[in-house]
């Protein structure tokens, strides 16, 4: 019956299973993977999930991969709340605002995300150790965006299309919660846990995109998910003071 | 009452009109061809609430227009066309069904973009280079996504970059690989029970078969597989709808190839 979680902070991909764990009331077992400092890529993790990417879950000695999917698998395999609506339509378009953001919007908040924060972060460190901890990643892809990162070689088109990204992806946000309290549907669901996870940093990260008076129903959304006690549990889960910071837009919002 | 918009029987509209009729809804929803290189996707009327049609990450695949909704991505359809009949096609154990929507993923993510790409430089080139300014302007004129727009131009001038084809001939390899691989303990589908996931799969990779023959001249139970797949009367009727003898042939602009590993 044991569940265990391996995740770096509550936010994009590590957030969205802690969430809908914590969702479900399901008790697990928490393994912090440090992102920073490549646990990710050491052999015992990597005796988990061989391709060295964080969140995996271990669920009755098998192990689940694909933030988006393991969420989908928590909601169905355990009793608690319903994450989904039984409507087929609603369904639907939970499944495409998942997938836009894992696919189109995500990739681009990510790209911005590691040029000006994570590629910073470990940029310190001894370049010969950094070098080796790079041979060391098994995903081919992951180790182009480290390299990336860390010598902060992104092209300007590409950042600029991942800013063109983020902007256009922000407005439709905003015009749907416009239409509907959540997500795709009138009922938290998995949609706003994906998203959630990936734009309650948005007012401080985008403040020219995103805040009180720009995107009055994404902030609207943001408090009301903020003051769920599952996204409390989980953000208290956060060693760094990230989770406090944004704790701090969420009381200046009414 | 929905209305199904698709292409010629291939890759998504494939998998969604084989679906279509595995869940025996082809009396209950009505279908409409449409040509998709002359982009009579983004001129569907009636639409109220366009935003997946011209936001989704599949690119030219079907439409279903739902109470005015457009809905698009071939796998949710697939899953909203066997929800509403409840046909079957997922598996009802959560973990087998997170096998399959992993599946599924693998094939979107990786198999789709390179099967588009290939398809793409090989037959809609040209329909596109034929086609004088006007015409071809006033389709991307049509288009609301910036980037789908931008793999329309470069699919007309036939910009495609060496090492993306050359990725993607990889992929598809490897896709044929992981089928082949997946049938190896004797199974008839590719989840154990046919899924969502062998409609997917076979409308990306049976118009590969052609273009790269290499990539499944050593994969017995691949095609095999492909063999039964094609045989069923679901697939059946849904290549009975091609317009053309070759609708294998026949690609628009798919889904663009990961820009963030
Ligand atoms: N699509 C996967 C992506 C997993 C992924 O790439 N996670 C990132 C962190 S958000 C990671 O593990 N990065 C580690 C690395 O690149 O070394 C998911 O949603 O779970």
């Known amino acids: 019956m044991s569940v265990a979680l391996y995740h770096w902070e509550p936010n994009a991909n590590s957030g969205k299973p802690m969430l809908a764990l914590m969702e479900k009331g399901v008790t697990f077992d928490s393994h912090y993977i440090d992102m920073l400092a490549f646990d990710q890529h050491k052999p015992e993790y990597l005796a988990i999930n061989p391709q060295g990417t964080i969140p995996a879950m271990v669920h009755n000695g098998r192990v689940l991969v694909e933030s988006t999917a393991i969420m989908e698998y928590v909601n169905e395999a355990f009793a608690g709340p319903a994450l989904m609506p039984d409507n087929p339509l609603e369904r639907w378009r939970i499944r495409w605002w998942m997938k836009f953001m894992d696919q189109w919007l995500g990739p681009s908040f990510s790209m911005i995300g590691w040029s000006v924060f994570v590629g910073p972060m470990v940029r310190k460190r001894d370049p010969a150790e950094l070098e080796a901890a790079i041979d060391r990643i098994p995903l081919p892809e992951r180790r182009v965006a480290w390299r990336k990162a860390i010598s902060g070689q992104f092209g300007e088109a590409e950042l600029a299309e991942s800013r063109r990204r983020v902007a256009f992806g922000i407005a439709l946000l905003e015009e749907e919660l416009g239409k509907r309290d959540y997500v795709g549907s009138n009922a938290y669901s998995l949609a706003d846990i994906n998203i959630f996870n990936s734009t309650y940093s948005l007012p401080l990260s985008q403040p020219d995109l995103a805040g009180r008076d720009k995107t009055p129903n994404i902030m609207r959304w943001l408090k009301r998910v903020y003051q769920r006690e599952a996204v409390k549990r989980t953000w208290a889960m956060g060693r760094t003071d990230l989770a406090h910071r944004y704790s701090l837009i969420m009381e200046g919002i009414d | ?261």
């Open chain 2, 1 to 261: 009452m929905a209305v199904l918009y698709h292409g010629e029987p291939n890759g998504p509209s494939l998998s969604v009109l084989a679906v279509l009729a595995e869940c025996g809804l082809e009396d209950q929803i009505e279908t409409r061809a449409i040509n998709l290189l002359a982009g009579e996707r983004h001129t569907i009327p009636g639409i109220t609430e366009p935003l997946a049609r011209d936001l989704g990450v599949e690119g030219e695949g079907p439409v279903l227009v739902v109470d005015g909704e457009a809905c698009q991505e071939s796998v949710f359809l697939a899953q909203y066309l066997d929800e509403a009949a409840g046909a079957g096609l997922q598996p009802k154990d959560a973990y087998t069904h997170w096998q399959m929507m992993m599946w599924c993923r693998r094939i979107t993510e990786r198999c789709a973009p390179a099967a588009a790409f290939l398809g793409n430089r090989a037959y809609a080139t040209p329909v596109l280079a034929a086609m004088d300014d006007p015409s071809f302007d006033a389709i991307t004129a049509s288009i609301a996504s910036a980037d789908l727009r931008q793999r329309w131009a470069d699919t007309r001038s036939g910009a495609f970059p060496e090492t993306a084809q050359a990725d993607s001939q990889v992929k598809i390899a490897d896709a044929a690989a992981l089928v082949e691989t997946q049938l190896g303990d004797g199974r008839e589908w590719l989840i154990g029970p046919l899924t969502i996931a062998d409609f997917e799969t076979y409308g990306w990779l049976v118009g590969m078969v052609d273009l790269m023959p290499d990539a499944f001249a050593d994969r017995p139970l691949a095609k095999a597989w492909m063999a039964r797949m094609t045989a069923r009367p679901s697939v059946q009727s849904a290549l009975a709808r091609a317009g053309t003898a070759h609708p294998e042939r026949v690609w628009a602009p798919g889904p663009e190839i990961n820009r963030w590993g």
